[in-house]
C-alpha cells in the first residue's frame, strides 16, 4: 500500500506529450485530468527519432523533478499517420527526420517502465476537448484542427473512431470543394480552402501580396475585402464539410481548434450563415464551438489517452478503495 506512512501520500500523475515540428509540449495530470505542471521545449526534428524522444523524456523528467509522483502511464500524441496499436509512426512529413517508422511507445516504456500510448495529434486533440474542453462530456463529436494543414477525428458513443484504416474522421481530404490542387495530391478537399497555408495562398492568389494567415485575418478587420472573401470561403467550405458528416453519420456537436481558429469572428458568421441556409435533414441544430484547451489541448488529450487505457486495463485495481483512498477516482 503506497500510503502507510503518515503525511501527504504521493499523487498518481499521468504524463501527455505533444510532439510537433518545432516544440514538444509535456504536460503532468491528476486521475481527473487537472494539470499540474507543464513544459515546452524545442523539438529537435532534423536529428531523428531517439533525440525527439530523448527531449521529450528529458522534459518529463523536469516535470517529475518538480512534482513528486508516481508515474503510472505516457500518452504522445504526434503529426502524421501513427499506428496507434504497434505504437509506431508510420508517416511523417518532410520536416521530420528519421521518425517514419519509429517505435515511439517501445522507447519511452524502455526508459521508464510505464506503460505507453501513440495517438495521432487530431485524435489527441479532440480527446482533449471532449475529456477537459469546449466539449467535455459530449458523446458524439466532430474534431477539427485548422492548422498548416487541415485535420478531423471522430467521437462517437463516448469513443475515438479509427476507422479499419485509422483514417476515419479525415475531412480535410474528401473532395467536392472546388478544384483547386491539394498538398495530399487530391484535388478539390476542404484544406484548399480552410488551412492556414490555403488561406494565404488564396489571399495571394487574388492580390499578389504575400501575407501568414493571421495577417490576412487582420487585413480582413480593417476591411480589405479580399482578405474578407477569402475567410468567408474558408467558412463556408467549413460549414459543408460539417454538414455532409451530420447528413452521414447524424452528428450535431463539432469543434473546431488549430492556429486559423484564432480568427473566429472571422470564420463563425459565414460558417452560421452556410448551417442557417442548408439545415442538415436529421433537424436537428448544429453546434460549432471554438477548441478551448489551445496549444496544450494535444497533450492534455494524449495523456487522457493514457488515463482510458490503463483504466480499462486494470478495472479491479481502479475500483479498489484501498489502493485510491488517498486520491479522487478516476471520473469517466
Ligand atoms: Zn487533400
Not at 55 to 78: E, I, K, N, T, Y
Not at 157 to 175: K, S, W
Not at 273 to 300: D, F, H, K, M, N
Request: glycine share 16%; aromatic share 4%; charged share 15%.
Amino acid at each position: 500500500m503506497t500510503a502507510s506512512h503518515p503525511g501527504r501520500p504521493t499523487p498518481e500523475v499521468y504524463a501527455g506529450v505533444d510532439i510537433g515540428g518545432t516544440t514538444t509540449q509535456v504536460v503532468l495530470c491528476t486521475a481527473d485530468l487537472a494539470v499540474v505542471d507543464s513544459v515546452e521545449v524545442p523539438t529537435p526534428a532534423a536529428r531523428g527519432g531517439q533525440a525527439m524522444i530523448r527531449a521529450a523524456l528529458d522534459a518529463l523528467g523536469l516535470l517529475q523533478g518538480r512534482v513528486p509522483s508516481r508515474l503510472l502511464g505516457v500518452g504522445v500524441g504526434a503529426a502524421g499517420v501513427v499506428d496507434t496499436r504497434t505504437g509506431r509512426i508510420l508517416v511523417a512529413s518532410d520536416s521530420f527526420t528519421g521518425w517514419a517508422g519509429f517505435p515511439v511507445t517501445a522507447t519511452i516504456e524502455k526508459a521508464l517502465g510505464v506503460p505507453a500510448f501513440l495517438d495521432n495529434d487530431v485524435n489527441a486533440f479532440l480527446r482533449g476537448e471532449v475529456s477537459k474542453g469546449a466539449v467535455a462530456g459530449e458523446p458524439h463529436v466532430l474534431g477539427m484542427t485548422l492548422g498548416t494543414g487541415v485535420g478531423g477525428a471522430l467521437w462517437m458513443n463516448g469513443t475515438l473512431v479509427e476507422g479499419p484504416h485509422g483514417a476515419a474522421g479525415e475531412i480535410g481530404h474528401i473532395p467536392g470543394f472546388g478544384e483547386l490542387p491539394c498538398t495530399c495530391g487530391g484535388r478539390g478537399h476542404l484544406e484548399t480552402l480552410a488551412s492556414g497555408r490555403s488561406i494565404a495562398t488564396r489571399y495571394g492568389e487574388r492580390t499578389g501580396r504575400n501575407l501568414t494567415a493571421w495577417g490576412v485575418a487582420e487585413a480582413a478587420v480593417v476591411g480589405d475585402a479580399d482578405a474578407i472573401a477569402v475567410y468567408e470561403a474558408a467558412g463556408a467550405g467549413i460549414a459543408r464539410a460539417l454538414l455532409i458528416t451530420a447528413g452521414l453519420v447524424d452528428l450535431a456537436t463539432f469543434v473546431i481548434g488549430g492556429g486559423v481558429s484564432r480568427a473566429w469572428e472571422l470564420l463563425e458568421p459565414p460558417i452560421l450563415a452556410t448551417l442557417a441556409a442548408e439545415p442538415p435533414v436529421s433537424g436537428q441544430p448544429i453546434r460549432v464551438v471554438r477548441a478551448r484547451l489551445g496549444s496544450g489541448g494535444v497533450a492534455l488529450g494524449a495523456a487522457s489517452r493514457a488515463r482510458t487505457e490503463l483504466a480499462a486495463a486494470t478495472p479491479d485495481q481502479a475500483a479498489t478503495p484501498v489502493q485510491r483512498a488517498s486520491s479522487p477516482p478516476p471520473r469517466r
